[in-house]
C-alpha cells in the first residue's frame, strides 16, 4: 500500500498563490507517476496535473496550463503543485494521486491509482 498525505491548503484572494505538498509513504517503490486532481462542489473529480517519474514529462488541463507548476522531490518522495494567479473556480478539494503512469494517475476512473485524503483550496473573489 501506497500512503499520500496532502497540505498546504487554505483560503486566499483571487490572483494570490498556494504551493501544496503531498508526501508518499509506503510501498513508493510500486507507483512512478504522481498527480493531482481536483473535485469542486457538485461537481466530479478532474484531472489538473501529473508528473512522470524523472519528472521530465508533465501534463496539465487545459484551465490550470501556465498558472499551475507540478514538481516533485523523489528524495522526499513528495510531489508539489505551485498554483498561481488563482481564480475563484479553482476552489475545489484537491487530490493527490499515485499511479504506475502517468495515463492511469490522469484517469480519474482507474481502479488502481493510490489517492490521498485532500486538501481544501478556496479563492474569494
Known amino acids: 500500500q501506497v500512503q499520500l498525505v496532502e497540505s498546504g491548503g487554505g483560503l486566499v484572494q483571487a490572483g494570490g498563490s498556494l504551493r501544496l505538498s503531498c508526501a508518499a509513504s509506503?510501498?513508493?517503490?510500486?507507483?512512478?507517476?504522481m498527480g493531482w486532481l481536483r473535485q469542486a462542489p457538485e461537481k466530479e473529480r478532474e484531472f489538473v496535473a501529473a508528473i512522470s517519474w524523472s519528472g521530465s514529462s508533465t501534463y496539465y488541463a487545459d484551465s490550470v496550463r501556465g498558472r499551475f507548476t507540478i514538481s516533485r522531490d523523489n528524495a522526499k518522495n513528495t510531489v508539489y503543485l505551485q498554483l498561481t494567479s488563482l481564480k475563484p473556480e479553482d476552489t475545489a478539494v484537491y487530490y493527490c494521486?499515485?499511479?504506475?503512469?502517468?495515463?492511469?494517475?490522469?484517469?480519474?476512473?482507474?481502479?488502481?491509482?493510490?489517492w490521498g485524503q485532500g486538501t481544501q483550496v478556496a479563492v474569494s473573489s
Open positions: 494521486a499515485a499511479g504506475w503512469s502517468t495515463a492511469q494517475v490522469m484517469d480519474v476512473t482507474s481502479p488502481g491509482t493510490y
Open positions: 509506503g510501498r513508493t517503490f510500486s507507483v512512478h507517476s
